[in-house]
Every structure is written in structure tokens, then in C-alpha cells.
């Protein structure tokens, strides 16, 4: 529970503070994460795949946030309206996950996706993650860049350093120690909890009504259908670090849950959410399968998401502190996905399907938002992806471009 803490943390501070919003919205936004991880996680473990993954706001979801905050403030769109059409794209995602996890595409789609695209999708994904992280780190001037220098230092310590519950909140501390002394040296102000209320519930369409941008829709639903992939590689990180097999058909119910998920997190103006894969490594290192301990985590984090001034003080935590943590998750995800890709023997057809996939995506995120001005808008919030860029380019040149031919299967197989 403490290691997911930290990332639920950091995240509404970053999306936050792209999408323009004040340190009040910010608060309601931290209490509508806590809350639908909380929800979407015991709906999971209920009615979805059945194991003991947490289902939290994701990094692919935000970092595509991100990126449309950025495109609007390059064609002058207001935040307020990208905000909505967030609102009615994850409502739109939702929906058809959810659809797609009924019809069981899972068990009949399982095999398209090789390591090299998975590995792709998070080696992309973990640059991506990188770079927001690196100019949030720089966006608060130089107190609070030295004090997000000293909190990436003090996680990799603990990270590498320490045991137990040291090891698994070394975010939170990391994030405590960033935020107390940007109020010591005067970079952060209080935050203000007088006159608020104890308790509240999450309100629908905290943004406003929902809208459905073409653009936005089109990127949103087709990173939906890119992390299908994730959803299997964590039901799969739990079968590996537990041993216990999951069902196929178990697979395709998780699918289902997580599109219900994301439909709450459109009605709730949150963050879109995928099971967490790094909840079966805490389960193998503590290796407690009880049920208990996960409920019970599920129902504290609900009752974080009811509490108004835990909100507020989330909200007061300096961007640049946030972005510090970034680092390590971006890092970690693009070593995963490096170490996904040359899981298999790499000739030379899959050095370009690799190394062009690659360069595809991460030569997207360099060009500047706007360069997009005159593209369409349904294909701008989509091209201009790279994590949805590279990982299309892998597809395209795994399974058509550059496809096995039978006798090479046939050959690879024996």
C-alpha cells in the first residue's frame, strides 16, 4: 500500500498542474484518485481477474494528458475545454474496453502482442515519462530544483539501500522531505485547510459537462486499445510471481473491469487507470496472498479520497518535487521495456523492427506542438502520441511489414 501511495501522490500534482487547474482543483483531483483506486481496485478483485493487483491511475493515461495540455497551449485551445474532452474521451474508452472484454478478444488476441511490442510500448512510455519529469524538475527556479535533486536522490537510497517498509515508501518519504523544506525556505505556501469541510464525496463531472473532441477521442481510444498489452503483462506478472494460474477467461474479465474503471474515471474527472503489474512483486516478496490485507488497503484508500484537507495538502506539493519521481518511474519502465524486447533472439529483421519502432516514437515526442497546427484535428492527438506512434510501428512492422514467413516460425519453433 505504501509504495502505491507515493506514485497516487505524485500524479494529480503533475496532471494538475498541466492542465491548468488551482491548488483547490488539484485537491479534488488527488481525492478522486484515492477514491477510484480504492473502488476500481476491489471491483477487480470482485467481479474482474480476481487477484490481488491494485488498479491505479496509470502513466500511459496521464503522460497522453500531458501531452494534449501541451498541444493545446501550442494551438491556443483553452485547458478548461481539453479537460472536458478528457471527461468524454475516457467515458468513450471505457466503454469500448469494457466491450471488448466481453467479447473476449483477450484470449483471441493474446499472441499478437510479442515482447518487441510490449517492449516498445514501455521503452517509449519510460522516455516519455523522463521528459515530463526532467521539465517539471526545472519549471520552479533554482530553490526548488535543488530540493527535487535532493528527493531523487534520497528514493534511489532507500530504493537501493533499505528493507521493507523503508524500501516500499521511499516515494512517500522522498515526496515529505521535498515538500517540508520547499515550505522551510519559503518556494511553497501552506496549505489552506481552515473553514473546509471533513468529509466529502466525489462529484460528477468535476470539469464540467463532458465533450468528445474528435482528436482527443481518436488518441484516447486508440492508447486504450495500445494497452491492452499492459493488462495482460500484469495478470501475467502475477501468475509469475506467485505461481498460481489465472484463466483465460479471468483475463478477459479484468479487461471488462478496467473499462468500467475508466468510465468512473471520466464521470469522476480522474486519471485513467490499468492494473499495477508492480503489486505481484510486493505480493512475492512479502508473500502474503491473503485477501485481507489488499480489502482492507482498498477501503483505506476510498476513505483517503473522502477527506478534503489530505487533498489540500497534496495539492500544496511543489511540481518540481512531483516531477522528481518521475525519474525513477520512467526509468524503470524503459529498462523493463528494453529488457522485454531482447527477451528474444534478435536477428536482423528484428533489429529493425526494434530500432525503427523506436525511432518513430521518440522522433515524434521531439517535434514541437506546433508542428501539429495544420494536421486534423482526429489525427493530431494521435500522431503526435509517440508511445501510440511507436507502438503502431511495431505491429505494422511485426505482423505485415516485416512478418515471418511460416518456414521461419516453423524453423524458430523446433
Same mark, same amino acid.
Given at each position: 500500500?505504501?509504495?502505491?501511495?507515493?506514485?497516487?501522490?505524485?500524479?494529480?500534482?503533475?496532471?494538475?498542474?498541466?492542465?491548468?487547474?488551482?491548488?483547490?482543483?488539484?485537491?479534488?483531483?488527488?481525492?478522486?484518485?484515492?477514491?477510484?483506486?480504492?473502488?476500481?481496485?476491489?471491483?477487480?478483485?470482485?467481479?474482474?481477474?480476481?487477484?490481488?493487483?491494485?488498479?491505479?491511475?496509470?502513466?500511459?493515461?496521464?503522460?497522453?494528458?500531458?501531452?494534449?495540455?501541451?498541444?493545446?497551449?501550442?494551438?491556443?485551445?483553452?485547458?478548461?475545454?481539453?479537460?472536458?474532452?478528457?471527461?468524454?474521451?475516457?467515458?468513450?474508452?471505457?466503454?469500448?474496453?469494457?466491450?471488448?472484454?466481453?467479447?473476449?478478444?483477450?484470449?483471441?488476441?493474446?499472441?499478437?502482442?510479442?515482447?518487441?511490442?510490449?517492449?516498445?510500448?514501455?521503452?517509449?512510455?519510460?522516455?516519455?515519462?523522463?521528459?515530463?519529469?526532467?521539465?517539471?524538475?526545472?519549471?520552479?527556479?533554482?530553490?526548488?530544483?535543488?530540493?527535487?535533486?535532493?528527493?531523487?536522490?534520497?528514493?534511489?537510497?532507500?530504493?537501493?539501500?533499505?528493507?521493507?517498509?523503508?524500501?516500499?515508501?521511499?516515494?512517500?518519504?522522498?515526496?515529505?522531505?521535498?515538500?517540508?523544506?520547499?515550505?522551510?525556505?519559503?518556494?511553497?505556501?501552506?496549505?489552506?485547510?481552515?473553514?473546509?469541510?471533513?468529509?466529502?464525496?466525489?462529484?460528477?463531472?468535476?470539469?464540467?459537462?463532458?465533450?468528445?473532441?474528435?482528436?482527443?477521442?481518436?488518441?484516447?481510444?486508440?492508447?486504450?486499445?495500445?494497452?491492452?498489452?499492459? !493488462? $495482460? =503483462? @500484469? #495478470?501475467?506478472?502475477?501468475? /509469475? %510471481?506467485?505461481?498460481?494460474? +489465472?484463466?483465460? &477467461?479471468?483475463?478477459?474479465?479484468?479487461?471488462?473491469?478496467?473499462?468500467?474503471?475508466?468510465?468512473?474515471?471520466?464521470?469522476?474527472?480522474?486519471?485513467?487507470?490499468?492494473?499495477?503489474?508492480?503489486?505481484?512483486?510486493?505480493?512475492?516478496?512479502?508473500?502474503?496472498?491473503?485477501?485481507?490485507?489488499?480489502?482492507?488497503?482498498?477501503?483505506?484508500?476510498?476513505?483517503?479520497?473522502?477527506?478534503?484537507?489530505?487533498?489540500? !495538502? $497534496? =495539492? @500544496? #506539493?511543489?511540481?518540481?518535487? /512531483? %516531477?522528481?519521481?518521475?525519474? +525513477?518511474?520512467? &526509468?524503470?519502465?524503459?529498462?523493463?521495456?528494453?529488457?522485454?524486447?531482447?527477451?528474444?533472439?534478435?536477428?536482423?529483421?528484428?533489429?529493425?523492427?526494434?530500432?525503427?519502432?523506436?525511432?518513430?516514437?521518440?522522433?515524434?515526442?521531439?517535434?514541437?506542438?506546433?508542428?501539429?497546427?495544420?494536421?486534423?484535428?482526429?489525427?493530431?492527438?494521435?500522431?503526435?502520441?509517440?508511445?501510440?506512434?511507436?507502438?503502431?510501428?511495431?505491429?505494422?512492422?511485426?505482423?505485415?511489414?516485416?512478418?515471418?514467413?511460416?518456414?521461419?516460425?516453423?524453423?524458430?519453433?523446433?
Amino acid at each position: 500500500m505504501v509504495f502505491h501511495l507515493g506514485v497516487i501522490i505524485s500524479v494529480p500534482v503533475i496532471v494538475g498542474s498541466a492542465l491548468g487547474m488551482n491548488a483547490l482543483e488539484i485537491a479534488r483531483l488527488s481525492q478522486t484518485c484515492f477514491f477510484l483506486t480504492g473502488l476500481s481496485s476491489l471491483l477487480q478483485f470482485g467481479f474482474g481477474h480476481g487477484v490481488l493487483l491494485i488498479e491505479g491511475p496509470a502513466a500511459p493515461w496521464w503522460a497522453a494528458y500531458l501531452l494534449l495540455a501541451g498541444m493545446a497551449a501550442g494551438t491556443g485551445k483553452p485547458l478548461a475545454l481539453v479537460r472536458t474532452d478528457i471527461e468524454g474521451a475516457m467515458i468513450a474508452v471505457g466503454v469500448i474496453l469494457t466491450v471488448m472484454g466481453w467479447a473476449g478478444l483477450i484470449t483471441k488476441w493474446r499472441s499478437l502482442f510479442t515482447p518487441r511490442i510490449t517492449g516498445v510500448l514501455l521503452t517509449v512510455l519510460g522516455l516519455q515519462i523522463g521528459g515530463v519529469g526532467v521539465k517539471g524538475i526545472v519549471s520552479g527556479g533554482i530553490k526548488l530544483f535543488i530540493i527535487a535533486m535532493l528527493v531523487l536522490v534520497l528514493v534511489l537510497y532507500l530504493t537501493l539501500n533499505s528493507r521493507g517498509m523503508l524500501k516500499q515508501g521511499a516515494i512517500v518519504m522522498g515526496v515529505a522531505l521535498g515538500w517540508l523544506l520547499s515550505l522551510l525556505v519559503g518556494a511553497s505556501p501552506l496549505p489552506e485547510i481552515r473553514g473546509i469541510s471533513l468529509i466529502s464525496l466525489p462529484s460528477l463531472f468535476p470539469w464540467g459537462a463532458p465533450t468528445f473532441d474528435p482528436g482527443t477521442l481518436f488518441s484516447l481510444v486508440l492508447l486504450g486499445v495500445m494497452l491492452v498489452p499492459n !493488462v $495482460i =503483462g @500484469s #495478470i501475467s506478472a502475477w501468475e /509469475a %510471481a506467485t505461481g498460481d494460474g +489465472v484463466p483465460a &477467461s479471468r483475463y478477459d474479465k479484468g479487461l471488462t473491469a478496467s473499462g468500467l474503471a475508466n468510465i468512473m474515471s471520466g464521470l469522476g474527472g480522474g486519471v485513467g487507470t490499468i492494473p499495477f503489474a508492480i503489486s505481484a512483486a510486493l505480493v512475492s516478496v512479502t508473500d502474503n496472498k491473503g485477501s485481507r490485507p489488499f480489502i482492507l488497503a482498498c477501503v483505506i484508500y476510498m476513505a483517503m479520497g473522502l477527506l478534503p484537507p489530505l487533498g489540500r !495538502v $497534496i =495539492g @500544496s #506539493i511543489p511540481q518540481p518535487v /512531483a %516531477a522528481a519521481v518521475l525519474l +525513477v518511474s520512467g &526509468s524503470s519502465l524503459a529498462v523493463i521495456g528494453l529488457k522485454d524486447m531482447l527477451r528474444e533472439e534478435v536477428s536482423l529483421r528484428e533489429t529493425f523492427i526494434i530500432g525503427l519502432s523506436l525511432l518513430a516514437g521518440i522522433g515524434v515526442m521531439l517535434l514541437p506542438p506546433s508542428y501539429w497546427v495544420k494536421v486534423p484535428a482526429w489525427a493530431a492527438g494521435a500522431l503526435s502520441n509517440g508511445v501510440i506512434v511507436g507502438t503502431l510501428s511495431s505491429i505494422l512492422l511485426e505482423h505485415i511489414i516485416l512478418k515471418k514467413r511460416r518456414q521461419e516460425k516453423l524453423a524458430y519453433k523446433e
